[in-house]
C-alpha cells in the first residue's frame, strides 16, 4: 500500500485535466451541450432578462410540449454502412449552407447581451448558415449587414399597421442585401408570458427594486448595458420614442391572405411565411405563390398548447408534396433534434433559444460555440445513424412523439 502511495503524484502528474473554460478562449468554450450554454447563461445574465428568452406563454404547456416531442422521438439507425466522410451541408433558399441549420429571428436581442444582433450575424457568417434579423431588432437592418457583410441574411417581418413602414423595411433590407423574407403570421395578438409580467418585463418596463438588485448582481451586464447604445426598435426611426405605441402598432390582427399576395408582389426575393402549424395552411400558403415555409409554434411563445413543429412535420410533407421548402423550429435544442427534424420531414431547422443562451453565456464566442455543439453532435448522429448526407435521411430513420411508459 504504501509503495502505490509513493506512485501517486507521478501517476498524476502524467494525467493531462482539460480545464474548464479553456484559459483565454471566453467563459463558454467548455460548454459540452447546449445545456451547458442554458445554465452558464442563466448565471450570467439578469433574471427578467433570461427569463424572457427562456419563457414561453401561459403555462408554458406548448414549451414543454416542444421539448418532450424531442425527447419522445426514437432515431433509428442503419447499420454496416460507410460513414468515413458525413457531409451535413444543405442547399435552401438560393444558398448552400454548411449546416442545415440557421439564426432565428428574436426580439430584444440587446437586452440578453450588448453584441446582440451583431454577435449572432457574424457568428453564422463564420459558419457558414443564415442569421435572420427580426423586425423587432435592436440592430438596425443596415447595422447588421455591416456586421457581417459576407453573410447571408434573412429578414423577418412583422406586417404591421403601418403598411408604407412595412414596404420601407422591406426595400431597405433588399437594399442591404438581405436574400429571404421571413413573413411571421401567427401573431395576429400578442400572447401573455406571466414570467415576463412577474419581472416587470412589460411594455413600458416596469422594473421594481427586486429585478434591479438581481441585475446589480451581474455586474459585466450591467456595465455592458450601462456604456452602449440604449436598448431600441432599431428599424424604426423613433426607435428611441414611446416604445409602448410601437408595439401596439406591431401586429395586425386583420392579416389575411390578400395581405401574403401583397407581400409576394412587394419582395422580390425568397418569400418563407413563418407559423405555419398544419397541412391546409402550408398547402394554402403555397398556392398563394411563397417559396417556403417555417412550421412554427413560435417556440411555445403564443398560442399555448399549439401543435408541435415536429409531430406535425410528417402530415405536412405529404399534403405539399416532396419539392417544396418546409423550415422548421420550435424546441430544437440539440444536433440530434435537428436530425430528427430533417428525417420527419424538415428541409431546414432554425434554433432561437439555443442561439441566445449561446449569446448570453459569452457574446459571439458563445454563438460560435453553441454551433460547433450542434455540428458536433449532427456529425455525429449523421454517422450513427448510418448516413453520409442530408439527402439520404428519410422518414425510416425516425419515429416522432413516442409515448413514455
Same mark, same amino acid.
Given at each position: 500500500?504504501?509503495?502505490?502511495?509513493?506512485?501517486?503524484?507521478?501517476?498524476?502528474?502524467?494525467?493531462?485535466? %482539460?480545464?474548464?473554460? %479553456?484559459?483565454?478562449?471566453?467563459?463558454? $468554450?467548455?460548454?459540452?451541450?447546449?445545456?451547458?450554454?442554458?445554465?452558464?447563461? %442563466?448565471?450570467?445574465? +439578469?433574471?427578467?432578462?433570461?427569463?424572457?428568452?427562456?419563457?414561453?406563454?401561459?403555462?408554458?404547456?406548448?414549451?414543454?410540449?416542444?421539448?418532450?416531442?424531442?425527447?419522445?422521438?426514437?432515431?433509428?439507425?442503419?447499420?454496416?454502412?460507410?460513414?468515413?466522410?458525413?457531409?451535413?451541408?444543405?442547399?435552401?433558399?438560393? !444558398?448552400?449552407?454548411?449546416? &442545415?441549420?440557421?439564426? @432565428?429571428?428574436?426580439?430584444?436581442?440587446?437586452?440578453?447581451?450588448?453584441?446582440?444582433?451583431? @454577435?449572432?450575424?457574424?457568428? @453564422?457568417?463564420?459558419?457558414?448558415?443564415?442569421?435572420?434579423?427580426?423586425?423587432? =431588432?435592436?440592430?438596425?437592418?443596415?447595422? #447588421?449587414?455591416? @456586421?457581417?457583410?459576407?453573410?447571408?441574411?434573412?429578414?423577418?417581418?412583422?406586417?404591421?399597421?403601418?403598411?408604407?413602414?412595412?414596404?420601407?423595411?422591406?426595400?431597405?433590407?433588399?437594399?442591404?442585401?438581405?436574400?429571404?423574407?421571413?413573413?411571421?403570421?401567427? #401573431?395576429?395578438?400578442?400572447?401573455?408570458?406571466?414570467?415576463?409580467?412577474?419581472?416587470?418585463?412589460?411594455?413600458? +418596463?416596469?422594473? !421594481?427594486?427586486?429585478?434591479?438588485?438581481?441585475?446589480?448582481?451581474?455586474?459585466?451586464?450591467?456595465?455592458?448595458?450601462?456604456?452602449?447604445?440604449?436598448?431600441?426598435?432599431?428599424?424604426?426611426?423613433?426607435?428611441?420614442?414611446?416604445?409602448?405605441?410601437?408595439?401596439?402598432?406591431?401586429?395586425?390582427?386583420?392579416?389575411?391572405?390578400?395581405?401574403?399576395?401583397? /407581400?409576394?408582389?412587394?419582395?422580390?426575393?425568397?418569400?418563407?411565411? %413563418?407559423?405555419?402549424?398544419?397541412?391546409?395552411?402550408?398547402?394554402?400558403?403555397?398556392?398563394?405563390?411563397?417559396?417556403?415555409?417555417?412550421?412554427?409554434?413560435?417556440?411555445?411563445? *403564443?398560442?399555448?398548447?399549439?401543435?408541435?413543429?415536429?409531430?406535425?412535420? &410528417?402530415?405536412?410533407?405529404?399534403?405539399?408534396?416532396?419539392?417544396?421548402?418546409?423550415?422548421?423550429?420550435?424546441?430544437?435544442? $440539440? !444536433?440530434?433534434?435537428?436530425?430528427?427534424?430533417?428525417?420527419?420531414?424538415?428541409?431546414? #431547422?432554425?434554433?432561437?433559444?439555443?442561439?441566445?443562451?449561446?449569446?448570453?453565456?459569452?457574446? *459571439?464566442? !458563445?454563438?460560435?460555440?453553441?454551433?460547433?455543439?450542434?455540428?458536433?453532435?449532427?456529425? *455525429?448522429?449523421?454517422?450513427?445513424?448510418? /448516413?453520409?448526407?442530408?439527402?439520404?435521411? =428519410?422518414? *425510416?430513420?425516425?419515429?416522432?412523439?413516442?409515448?413514455? =411508459?
Amino acid at each position: 500500500m504504501k509503495r502505490s502511495l509513493t506512485r501517486l503524484p507521478a501517476a498524476l502528474a502524467q494525467l493531462k485535466f %482539460k480545464s474548464w473554460p %479553456k484559459p483565454g478562449k471566453g467563459p463558454a $468554450s467548455g460548454a459540452l451541450n447546449l445545456e451547458d450554454l442554458r445554465r452558464l447563461a %442563466k448565471r450570467r445574465t +439578469p433574471t427578467a432578462a433570461f427569463d424572457y428568452a427562456d419563457g414561453g406563454s401561459y403555462a408554458e404547456e406548448a414549451l414543454e410540449r416542444n421539448y418532450r416531442a424531442y425527447r419522445n422521438t426514437e432515431l433509428l439507425p442503419g447499420v454496416l454502412r460507410d460513414v468515413s466522410a458525413v457531409d451535413p451541408s444543405v442547399a435552401v433558399a438560393g !444558398g448552400r449552407f454548411s449546416l &442545415p441549420v440557421g439564426i @432565428a429571428p428574436t426580439g430584444l436581442t440587446r437586452l440578453m447581451h450588448a453584441a446582440g444582433e451583431r @454577435a449572432g450575424a457574424a457568428a @453564422a457568417a463564420r459558419h457558414n448558415i443564415p442569421f435572420t434579423l427580426s423586425t423587432m =431588432g435592436t440592430v438596425s437592418i443596415e447595422e #447588421t449587414a455591416a @456586421a457581417a457583410p459576407q453573410g447571408t441574411r434573412w429578414f423577418q417581418l412583422y406586417l404591421g399597421q403601418d403598411r408604407a413602414a412595412s414596404l420601407a423595411m422591406m426595400r431597405r433590407a433588399r437594399e442591404a442585401g438581405y436574400s429571404a423574407l421571413l413573413l411571421t403570421v401567427d #401573431t395576429a395578438v400578442t400572447s401573455a408570458r406571466f414570467r415576463d409580467q412577474r419581472n416587470g418585463m412589460t411594455l413600458p +418596463p416596469t422594473l !421594481g427594486a427586486r429585478t434591479m438588485l438581481d441585475a446589480l448582481r451581474r455586474p459585466g451586464w450591467c456595465l455592458d448595458f450601462l456604456t452602449t447604445e440604449p436598448l431600441g426598435f432599431a428599424n424604426f426611426p423613433d426607435n428611441t420614442g414611446n416604445v409602448s405605441a410601437r408595439f401596439n402598432t406591431m401586429f395586425d390582427a386583420s392579416l389575411n391572405y390578400t395581405d401574403l399576395g401583397w /407581400v409576394r408582389e412587394a419582395w422580390p426575393g425568397t418569400l418563407i411565411v %413563418k407559423g405555419v402549424q398544419g397541412p391546409e395552411d402550408a398547402v394554402a400558403c403555397f398556392g398563394h405563390g411563397v417559396d417556403g415555409v417555417v412550421v412554427s409554434n413560435h417556440g411555445g411563445r *403564443q398560442l399555448d398548447r399549439a401543435p408541435v413543429p415536429v409531430l406535425q412535420l &410528417p402530415a405536412i410533407r405529404a399534403a405539399v408534396g416532396p419539392d417544396r421548402l418546409i423550415i422548421a423550429d420550435s424546441g430544437i435544442m $440539440s !444536433g440530434g433534434d435537428v436530425v430528427a427534424t430533417l428525417a420527419a420531414g424538415a428541409n431546414f #431547422t432554425l434554433i432561437g433559444r439555443a442561439y441566445l443562451y449561446g449569446l448570453m453565456a459569452g457574446g *459571439q464566442a !458563445g454563438v460560435e460555440r453553441a454551433l460547433e455543439i450542434l455540428e458536433r453532435e449532427i456529425r *455525429q448522429t449523421m454517422a450513427l445513424l448510418g /448516413v453520409r448526407t442530408l439527402a439520404e435521411l =428519410g422518414p *425510416q430513420h425516425v419515429r416522432v412523439g413516442v409515448e413514455e =411508459g
